[in-house]
């Protein structure tokens, strides 16, 4: 893994990590959609507990551990879009950087020469 990982360039590797994290976002969003619907269940049949994989909870523990994986879910998807615009914000300026310096560095004739756009 070591050696796999020195091949590929840092913003390689920083973009597989991005990849990796919008994926489990969506993981996330998959078990939160779960939730909800258990919790409209639970409203729609007026229970006072909630059976989730063979185990019974009572109606206030559920409501709250939903509104705490929901906050749960709240950061860790700040995080993640922070991430990923810092990981565009410094590609474009890598870009940037990149065509200035090939502009910069061509000849005035070869520039003049070139369609403008």
Avoid: C, H
């Avoid at 258990?38 to 409203?43: A, G, K, Q, T, V």
């Avoid at 063979?54 to 559920?62: L, Q």
């Amino acid at each position: 893994m070591k050696i796999f990982l020195k091949i590929i360039s840092s913003t390689y590797q920083k973009l597989i990590v991005l990849l990796i994290s919008i994926a489990s976002l969506g993981v996330l969003d998959l078990i939160g959609l779960f939730l909800i619907t258990r919790l409209f269940e639970i409203f729609e049949k007026s229970e006072k507990s909630i059976t989730i994989l063979e185990t019974e909870i009572p109606f206030n523990s559920f409501v709250a551990g939903v509104f705490i994986y929901y906050v749960f879910k709240y950061f860790i998807s700040v995080i993640i879009n922070k991430n990923i615009i810092s990981f565009t914000q410094s590609t474009e300026l890598t870009l940037r950087k990149k065509l200035f310096r090939t502009i910069i560095n061509l000849d005035y004739l070869n520039y003049i020469k070139k369609e403008s756009g």
